[in-house]
Antibody
Framework: QLQLQESGPGLVKPSETLSLTCTVS??????????WTWVRRPPGQRLEWIGI???????YYNPSLKSRVVMSVDTSENQFSLNLRSLTAADTAVYYC??????????????WGQGTLVTVSS | ENVLTQSPGTLSLSPGERATLSCRAS???????LAWYQQKPGQVPRLLIY???SRATGIPVRFSGSGSGTDFILTIGRLEPEDFAVYYC?????????FGQGTKLEIK
């Protein structure tokens, strides 16, 4: 059974860079049919799609975050990562990693990690 | 981006009743790529419906989706106690993929 587990700091200072890793177990990150996704939910707000990456490193980012986001994949460790720089309090959120199945020219999120709360505060 | 608006914000019903949840998009959703997720406290979102009307693996038949273009409906035929949760719609037709704000289905 597929499991996704986020890891990273729970508290980050403003202006710093957030680095989160998602470890995938029960499935290979190298499967060509899947894309690996980050989604977040700020307190009291709706879920926000951050971006997506496939096993070869091809990425698509939300334009609202594109200037600050970098995603990467490590197939040897079966992990993918999110780097978000120039943090502000508005980046405080629960961050989820997820697996999305490719659907024609799109991708559908099927499986989610438990989520990790990241607070941006000095 | 395509803004999704769900209604009502909260729906109070009793077990055995029928629930109708709405999701309206600000723009037509390409290929009707609209999904519904269920989330219970302390749990991850669970995919219920994709492509507006296709049930995901293992989802009971009492869950059904309908609609096209900009207006979509999730119907739960006869509510079971385990169905009381928050429901989100999401469009994955055009990037950036976007989510509705959620409908909380609570026990009356």
């Amino acid at each position: 059974q597929l499991q996704l587990q986020e890891s990273g700091p729970g508290l980050v200072k403003p202006s710093e860079t957030l680095s989160l890793t998602c470890t995938v177990s029960g499935g290979s990150i190298s499967s060509g049919n899947y894309w690996w996704t980050w989604v977040r939910r700020p307190p009291g707000q709706r879920l926000e799609w951050i971006g997506i990456i496939n096993y070869s490193g091809r990425t698509y980012y939300n334009p609202s975050l594109k200037s600050r986001v970098v995603m990467s994949v490590d197939t040897s460790e079966n992990q993918f990562s999110l780097n978000l720089r120039s943090l502000t309090a508005a980046d405080t959120a629960v961050y989820y990693c997820a697996r999305a199945v490719q659907v024609t020219a799109s991708s559908l999120i099927e499986d989610w990690g438990q989520g990790t709360l990241v607070t941006v505060s000095s | 981006e395509n803004v999704l608006t769900q209604s009502p914000g909260t729906l109070s019903l009793s077990p055995g009743e029928r629930a109708t949840l709405s999701c309206r998009a600000s723009q037509s959703i390409s290929n009707n790529y609209l999904a519904w997720y269920q989330q219970k406290p302390g749990q991850v979102p669970r995919l219920l419906i994709y492509g507006a009307s296709s049930r995901a693996t293992g989802i009971p038949v009492r869950f059904s989706g309908s609609g096209s273009g900009t207006d979509f409906i999730l119907t739960i035929g006869r509510l079971e106690p385990e169905d009381f949760a928050v429901y989100y719609c999401q469009q994955y037709g055009d990037s950036p993929y976007t989510f509705g704000q959620g409908t909380k289905l609570e026990i009356k």
